[in-house]
């Protein structure tokens, strides 16, 4: 059994080392995808995250609310959201977005953004207001005064933005029901992880398995380098 497993594990090794094209092709669609979802999500849904917490409007409590409920809903259910949406049928037939990256970034889009504006909401609640009040009252733009702010936060926004990406990273719902799984265009590291596992080709899926181990302790560790050189400044 011990054999068998270390069998299993050198034939991944391998495929990652001899830079099997089918397997980087899994994981360059992977990182793509996801990287482009966190980037055309990441600044409107800091924006909203800043407005949630600076600003006092009515239905505020209901917004806020409403997304931290979306932060809990299973990814398979997004998954069916967007593809009831790409769908022919659907408002967004037209774009003709299913079973393509297109549709897999729309629908990470809708995973990580509530991340984003939930957890930059909280990051800039914590925040002294003096350092916002004191940057407009000397002339700054809004703009500025912001960025002010934001280089005042800049490892729980970190934080945030590490923790949004490993979480579309690793989602499998969503990105099965949009992407359909399609080899070369559409397959990511969690698709493949599970069709590998269900067809027995074991050593693929390890292979697929370790870049995400190794990505998790990377991210692991930075988050608690950026945390501890955060701390001495709550003392």
Not at 4 to 26: C, H, K, N, R, Y
Not at 88 to 103: E, I, N, S, V
Not at 191 to 196: D, R
Request: net charge positive; glycine share 8%; charged share 10%.
């Amino acid at each position: 059994m011990n054999e068998g497993w270390l069998a299993l594990t050198q034939q991944a090794l391998s495929l990652l080392f001899s830079l099997d094209p089918e397997v980087w092709s899994i994981i360059s669609v992977s990182f793509s995808v996801s990287l482009a979802a966190l980037v055309i999500t990441l600044l409107p849904s800091m924006v909203l995250g800043f407005i949630l917490a600076f600003s006092r409007f009515r239905g505020r409590w209901l917004v806020t609310n409403l997304i931290q409920t979306l932060q809990s809903i299973p990814t398979v259910v997004i998954g069916l959201l967007v593809y009831l949406l790409l769908t022919r049928m659907g408002p967004l037939g037209d774009l003709k977005w299913l079973f393509t990256q297109q549709g897999m970034i729309l629908g990470q889009m809708m995973i990580c953004a509530p991340v984003i504006v939930a957890m930059s909401q909280a990051a800039f609640t914590s925040v002294d207001r003096r350092a916002w009040e004191t940057s407009r009252t000397l002339g700054a733009p809004w703009y500025s005064a912001i960025w002010t702010v934001c280089r005042e936060l800049k490892v729980p926004l970190l934080l945030t933005i590490i923790a949004a990406f490993s979480r579309i990273l690793t989602e499998v719902g969503c990105s099965m029901m949009v992407g359909g799984n399609i080899a070369g265009v559409t397959r990511n590291i969690p698709t493949a992880i599970a069709l590998e596992t269900s067809k027995g080709d074991f050593a693929q899926a390890i292979a697929l398995g370790l870049v995400l181990l190794v990505l998790a302790l990377v991210l692991n560790f930075a988050l608690g380098t950026l945390r501890g050189k955060a701390e001495p400044r709550s003392h």
